[in-house]
RNA sequence: CGCGGGAUAGAGCAGUUGGCAGCUCGCCAGGCCCAUAACCUGGAGGUCGCCGGUUCGAGUCCGGCUCCCGCAACCA
């Protein structure tokens, strides 16, 4: 069975989740979904990253002073913010965990060993904002180009460094011979000149003394690991690295890696320059013929605004998604986020949008059409799935041709992170055939409420196509929309637990809906608002 | 020259490999009655930010310019 391995960022527990920790977060578990509903064995890993200094602060902010306190109650909080909203994660892992700590060890020593870790006194420019050292190309008139109203503290300190710069060339060829290893493209470049110009050699630790958090360095406890050196490496822990050699065996290297616009330099420049490191003397992490095992794909998603405003804690716009569900339903959220922002754009999140979108797209078009179907179908067919006698074409929509097709272009849009395109070809169809705007329009054109009087046979037939094409529509949407499809299947007739144990292939074929089963009273999918 | 994104119909957006400008909403006029005041048809509405270049042909490729936005306090 192929395995499929994705992971979100591990989040700093300074607050609740948010929307935008959601959006991330829901992508993944769309994938996670899809791929599972594929054939696929997922592993799906979420998190919190809990040895960063601005926790501490964050602790601080709350008025608690006992770190540990602070960390489980805010890992707690995050944790149950995910299973109240159906995130089928299959791990949460918290950096302050004995595994990751463990992990992190062996990874340092991994790393040491192959003689990319020196020690070295730092004289130079630091900067608070950014909680990093600043060579002087990276300054902009003497200061931090992203904090300019910091000045920047003559720092004196011993480090240690990672030689980032050994694995420049190499990174920058694996970019070039594997286009899909950044995406979206215009982040590929971003990655690239970043790689080119101003990958240096990495800080990656602290003195203790000014540390609260964090790990310290392997026999040198004046010294603790930088966050981000730490962190990372938590993709390797939640698979068994150091604990668990089989598990990590099957699971690594990560299928896909996804992050937020703003860590792609930790993700696509240092990370696997990390590993490229420490899969010199750590022979987990290399394949059998000796190559680094480095994530497959790490894909960037965008920010979007609030309402045409950055989120904000001081303007006031930050959403709990949990605010928005009694009103619209988790799935309707999923389903905004997914269709509204191009995956890897920027956008914007605005709660007009969020109605309309709900209006037209789930309740009028989707909720809509099934309803009317069902509805035909239990008044005129003794409130059964008719059963189709002839298969003429002028009374029949979709059919096996339109679904293979339909699903197929779906698959592709999934796989390829393109959420939107995916979900705009099941509405508006595929060259103006099999979407769902369509499927009202056949009703229009065939008008089997009129057709009913004259030709039963031939609305059976009308009916029929109608049923089984939504049911098709709910295993296709199912990964976005879990809950919808789930009241879809069921308003079908059908038992959703049962009918889900059956390969996606099957489901996805034409013919699922057995003619004469009982319709059940239909329910509006999607109430007025 | 700190990094990056954007400018396409009244609004919000899509336009992968250059080949007759699309989608949703809104608006106007009609139709329908199975359905969640839902559905369908037709219509109005754009010199694709500006200037130049390449090309038989540019929203799309190249160069330059203008304006807007994000990263610098919270903040994916």
Redesign the pocket.
């Known amino acids: 069975m192929k395995k499929y391995y994705v992971s979100t960022?591990i989040?700093?527990v300074?607050?609740s989740p948010?929307?935008?920790?959601v959006?991330?977060t829901v992508a993944a578990d769309v994938l996670a979904r899809f791929e599972r509903r594929r054939g696929k064995e997922v592993f799906f890993s979420v998190g919190v990253d809990e040895n960063s200094q601005?926790n501490v602060?964050?602790m601080a902010k709350a008025g608690d002073d006992n770190l540990q306190n602070y960390l489980d109650k805010m890992a707690q909080i995050w944790k149950t913010a995910w299973d109240d909203l159906g995130i089928t994660y299959d791990r949460f892992i918290r950096t302050t965990e004995p595994c990751h700590h463990a992990a992190v060890e062996r990874f340092w020593r991994a790393v040491l060993k192959s003689g990319d870790i020196y020690k070295g006194k730092y004289e130079g420019n630091y900067c608070t904002?950014?909680e990093s050292f600043k060579t002087d190309?990276?300054l902009?008139?003497g200061r931090?180009?992203?904090?300019?109203?910091?000045e920047l503290k003559a720092v004196s300190e011993e480090n240690y460094f990672f030689k980032a710069s050994n694995y420049r060339d190499e990174l920058l060829a694996l970019i070039d011979k594997h286009p899909e290893f950044v995406g979206p493209v215009?982040?590929k470049?971003?990655i690239k000149?970043?790689i080119r110009?101003?990958f240096q050699d990495f800080s990656i630790s602290r003195e203790s003394k000014n540390m609260e958090a964090g790990i310290p360095v392997p026999d040198d406890p004046s010294q603790k690991i930088y966050v981000w050196f730490d962190a990372l490496i938590n993709y390797l822990t939640v698979v068994g690295y150091g604990t668990d050699e089989s598990a990590f065996k099957q699971w690594w290297p990560a299928d896909l890696h996804l992050?937020?616009?703003?860590?792609i330099k930790f993700h696509c420049a240092l990370w696997p320059a990390m590993i490229l490191s420490a899969a010199k003397n750590d022979p987990a992490l290399r394949t059998e013929d000796g190559k680094a095992k480095l994530p497959k794909r790490i894909f960037a998603?965008?920010?979007?605004?609030?309402e045409?405003?950055?989120?904000?804690?001081?303007?006031g716009n930050?959403i709990d998604p949990r605010d928005l569900v009694p009103t619209y339903g988790f799935d309707a959220i999923r389903y905004f986020l997914l269709r509204?922002?191009?995956f890897g754009?920027?956008?914007?999140?605005?709660i007009d949008?969020l109605r309309?979108?709900y209006?037209?797209?789930?309740?009028?078009?989707?909720?809509?059409?099934?309803?009317?179907?069902i509805?035909?179908s239990r008044?005129y067919f003794d409130e059964k799935i008719p059963a189709a006698i002839s298969h003429s074409a002028n009374y029949t929509f979709a059919d096996e041709q339109g679904a293979k097709e339909l699903a197929k272009n779906f698959d592709k849009n999934i796989s390829g992170l393109?959420f939107?395109?995916a979900l705009?070809t099941i509405?508006?169809g595929i060259e103006g055939k099999y979407g769902l705007?369509?499927a009202?329009?056949f009703?229009?054109?065939t008008?089997?409420?009129?057709l009913i009087k004259t030709d039963p046979d031939a609305v059976a037939v009308i009916l029929y196509s109608l049923l089984e094409y939504c049911r098709i529509v709910a295993w296709l949407i199912e990964p976005i929309m879990p809950e919808t499809a789930k009241k879809m299947i069921t308003q079908l007739g059908q038992d959703f637990e049962i009918e889900q144990n059956r390969n996606r292939e099957d489901l996805l074929s034409w013919g699922g809906c057995k003619p004469n089963t009982d319709l059940p009273q239909?329910e509006?999918?999607?109430?007025?608002l």
């Not at 931090?144 to 910091?150: A, E, G, I, V």
């Open positions: 960022p989040y700093y300074n607050g948010h929307i935008g920790h959006y991330t601005k602060e964050a904002g950014c190309s990276e902009a008139d931090c180009p992203l904090h300019p109203k910091d215009a982040r470049n971003e000149n970043y110009d101003h992050v937020g616009k703003d860590i998603h965008g920010f979007f605004t609030i045409g405003q950055k989120i904000s804690k001081s303007i930050i509204e922002i191009p754009e920027d956008g914007d999140f605005s949008r309309e979108r209006v037209h797209d789930l309740s009028n078009t989707l909720g809509n059409l099934l309803n009317r179907a509805a035909m008044k393109s939107d395109s705009e509405w508006n705007l369509q009202n329009k009703i229009e054109d008008q089997p409420f009129k239909p509006v999918l999607f109430p007025p």
